[in-house]
Every structure is written in C-alpha cells, then in structure tokens.
C-alpha cells in the first residue's frame, strides 16, 4: 500500500520567513495530494491540493510543488505569520475506481511554530 | 458551505456502554469516512461509505460499527471499548474532482473511555 513520508517533524521559524515541508510517498498511482493544517484541539482543514497532471498550485501565501518522477511534494509557507503555527499533514490518495474515492494516507505530521 | 457536523464534541463512556457518534452532511458528497486520531498522531482511516455502501474497513475491530442510514447521514455504535480507544474520533465527507477527491472534516468527537 500506500507510504507517505514527511520531514520536518517540527519546523520552528521567525514571523515573515518562509516555511517549507517536504513529503515523499510511495505508490506511482497516487493522484491527489491534499495538505491539511490542524491547529490544537480543532479539526483538520483542508488549506491547498493538488493533483498529479499538475506540477505546482499557489494561493495566496500558500504554494505547493509535486514532483511525479521523484515521488515527492512539497508544502511552501511564505510571509508566516504567528497564525500559521499548528500540525500540518501532507496527505496522498490513489482513486481506486469509480465508487471508491479517496482512500487517503496521511504523512506523520509537521509541528510550525511562528516565533513573533 | 464546507460543513460536516458531528455529535456529540465529547463522549465519556465506561467500558460496558453503548454509545453512537453522529455525524451530518449537506454537501451532496456520495463518499463519507470515520477516522480515529490519537495525541500527536495523523487521522487514521477506519472505514469509507460510498453510495451508502461500506466499501473499505481498515480492519477495525467488532466494537466499532458503523453505519449509514442515508446520503447525508454517518453513525459509529461504539460497544465494549477499551481505554485505548480513547481518541478523538473525526469525521469526513468528500466530493469527486477530476483526479481526486477533496475531503472535508467535522470538528470531531473526543471519546473518552473509562
């Protein structure tokens, strides 16, 4: 099955740098990767995704790369700011067939902390 | 409008109880899912309903059963659980887009079993 691995575990940075988390996973027929961010106590909310005929999306400050050949992607924060700090899961799906969506692997998570 | 409702946002339970999450939808999204997330820890899939249909269970034990009376609708019973399936209990409902599917998810049920 699916393998999503994601680095950094923690990521600490002063407000205004930028802030970058990079995922790799395993299956070539994975087709969807959405990024999640999920602060203490409150649910995951989708923030960007992308899919795999796509080699980059950006809104706002947020952007995301996807690299199909070397099995990786890549969550791109710029500008932080103290409201960016929560656990971000970067996430990838393979849709099986027609009556079955979705079926998501989650990477390990990333803990960014927005120092003022 | 993004919203998956769930009910109730904190269950304590005793070991012996029988117990149900709920959880609502209005999006028309055909496919919806339970996840169980311990402390630190990514979702972790437990089952996905298609067309009301149970299509995937991630080899979940007997005391978790759910159940899905209608396009909008989503329950887990809970019976006879451990204390280690205490967790916060997530869960989601997604749409179909062209090469993936965008999920959403509820604000959860922190369960506590005791």
């Known amino acids: 099955g699916e393998n999503v691995e994601q680095h950094p575990s923690t990521l600490s940075v002063q407000e205004g740098d930028s802030a970058v988390i990079k995922c790799t996973y395993s299956d070539s027929a994975s087709n969807y990767f959405p990024w999640y961010k999920q602060e203490l106590g409150k649910r995951p909310q989708l923030i960007i995704d992308i899919r795999s005929n796509v080699g980059e999306k950006k809104d706002q400050r947020i952007a995301v790369t996807l690299n199909k050949t070397a099995k990786h992607f890549s969550l791109h924060i710029t500008e932080t700011q103290p409201e960016d700090s929560a656990v971000y899961f970067c996430a990838a799906s393979i849709r099986m067939t027609t009556d079955s969506w979705g079926k998501f692997q989650f990477g390990a998570g990333t803990q960014v902390v927005v120092t003022p | 409008d993004t919203e998956v409702t769930q009910t109730p946002k904190h269950l304590v339970m005793g070991m012996t109880n029988k117990k149900s999450l709920k959880c609502e939808q209005h999006?028309?999204?055909?496919?919806m899912y339970w996840y169980k997330q311990k402390a630190k820890k990514p979702p972790e899939l437990m089952f996905v309903?298609?067309?009301?249909?149970?299509?995937i269970n991630e080899s979940v034990p007997s005391r978790f059963s759910p159940e899905c009376p209608n396009s909008s609708l989503l329950n887990l019973h809970l019976h006879a659980l451990q204390p280690e399936d205490s967790a916060l209990y997530l869960c989601?409902?997604?749409?179909?887009?062209?090469?993936?599917?965008?999920?959403?998810f509820g604000q959860g049920t922190r369960l506590t079993v005791v």
């Open positions: 999006m028309g999204h055909r496919a």
């Open positions: 989601a409902s997604s749409q179909v887009i062209r090469g993936g599917s965008r999920a959403f």
């Open positions: 309903y298609s067309y009301e249909k149970l299509s």
